[in-house]
């Protein structure tokens, strides 16, 4: 029993030099920082946002991601820390291993393999999402008629083929080598970059600032908040996923990605519509841009934490940092700001758009373009969406 009990607990010695390594230490503070954003911003934005605007938080899911941002930060700079005291490849799995023993290196180890797991299937169900809403909802419609749908609230209306497929097809294609997968990720990502940027530019032209502003009819709560307080930790709980990604830094085309979220956020604000966030929503009695009250808000902002997953992997670039111990944690904190107030003018430029209960949960940003008559960049914002988050299940 003692020796099963060591062994469970045994604990990985650290190097006497920690900054020895076989690796070739070369990368600067701007380089961990680029690498974190580009890989963090992608799939995220386009799978949340849509749901949580319309079911949790409404427009004041910018303060949903605001918080899920500043609780990712917090334990970002935790693994920051480590990364600066052990500069190792390996992240948690590492850390747990020198630290408390092998038992909870392996049980972390594993964890962390089952977020991937759920992220990519998440990923691939709004990759089909966009998809369907390129065809006019066709693979949706042919679904319901031709096979069944689902009743019940924990399980999507149809059986999704496509995102099967897309999982199928990827998991295919990243075996054939990482040249090729990193070739094919480094297109796509400069393809997503160009689309967010577009919906920030282009979308804003659209704003109708009374979409957050007075109370939500149905809630009784600020239009900005319909949710409430709820729905927005609940949004930032959801938002947290949008971040997951750190961990695939290696990945040489990653930061590429804010490209098209910056097109997003400054072409969307030309559509901008204040009225949307002021006065009071009639369904909820809230206040338009806190439809759901705070409430809502805190739902929103619980989900949102969903979209930071993966922040881990900025600490695992420590390895090949120049300077780890000042790199690693001033990069941790850059980069996460930069992520953050990239996902906030996102959903503003979204929910300057149009009103957050007709936003499109699966399609949110294209829908929403199309809905001001700019049918050009719907495709064009299907196309950035598609291939961000084709990256992010390459990565």
């Known amino acids: 029993m003692g020796l099963l009990r ?54 004041s899911i910018v303060i949903s991601f605001a918080l ?38 392996f049980i972390i180890g594993w964890n962390i393999i089952l977020e991937h797991m759920l992220g990519a299937a998440a990923v691939a169900r709004s990759w089909s999402g966009y998809l369907d809403s390129l065809l006019g909802n066709a693979m ?6 031709n096979m069944a749908h689902f009743d019940a609230s924990f399980f999507a209306d149809y059986p999704d083929l496509i995102a099967f497929a897309v999982v199928v097809a990827v998991a295919i294609f990243v075996a054939l080598g990482s ?8 297109i796509f990502t400069l393809i997503n970059m160009l689309v967010i940027m577009f919906v920030v530019v282009y979308g804003f032209t659209f704003a109708d600032f009374s979409l957050w502003s007075g109370t939500d009819e149905e809630t009784g709560h600020a239009r900005f908040m319909p949710f409430g307080l709820n729905g927005l930790m609940t949004g930032a709980a959801s938002c947290f996923f949008a971040y997951i990604g750190f961990d695939g830094l290696a990945t040489a085309g990653e930061e590429a990605s ?21 006065g009071t929503d009639e369904e909820t009695g809230h206040a338009r841009f806190m439809p759901f009250g705070l409430n809502g808000l805190m739902t929103g902002a619980a989900s949102c934490f ?10 695992t670039a420590g390895e090949e ?36 209960r007709e936003v ?19 495709y064009l914002v299907s196309v950035g969406a598609l291939s961000g988050m084709t990256t992010s299940l390459v990565s």
């Open 68 to 105: 899920a941002g500043i609780a990712s930060l917090l334990s970002a700079l935790c693994y920051a820390e480590f990364g600066a005291r052990f500069p190792k490849a390996g992240s948690a799995y590492t850390y747990a291993y020198i630290g408390v023993g092998e038992l909870w290196a």
């Open 6 to 59: 060591e062994r469970f607990f045994r604990l990985k010695s650290a190097d006497a030099d920690p900054l020895e390594t076989r690796l070739r230490r070369c990368l600067t503070t701007t380089d961990i920082t680029l690498l974190g954003v580009g890989h963090m911003i992608g799939a995220g934005i386009y799978v949340l946002t849509g749901s949580v605007v319309r079911n949790s938080a409404g427009p």
């Open 258 to 278: 804010g490209t098209v979220i910056m097109f997003v956020v400054v072409y969307g604000f030309t559509f901008a519509d204040f009225s949307l966030w002021s």
């Open 140 to 145: 949706k419609n042919s679904t319901f008629i």
């Open 179 to 186: 040249k090729t997968s990193t070739n094919f990720n480094s």
């Open 360 to 378: 499109n949960p699966t399609a949110a940003f294209s829908d929403a373009f199309a809905s001001r008559g700019a049918e050009w960049a719907k």
């Open 321 to 356: 940092a120049s300077d780890p111990s000042r790199a690693i944690p001033l990069a941790t904190f850059i980069s996460m700001s930069i992520v953050t107030a990239a996902y906030i003018l996102m959903s503003a430029a979204l929910t300057l758009m149009v009103p957050f």
């Open 306 to 315: 969903f979209a930071y997953i993966g922040f881990d992997g900025l600490a």
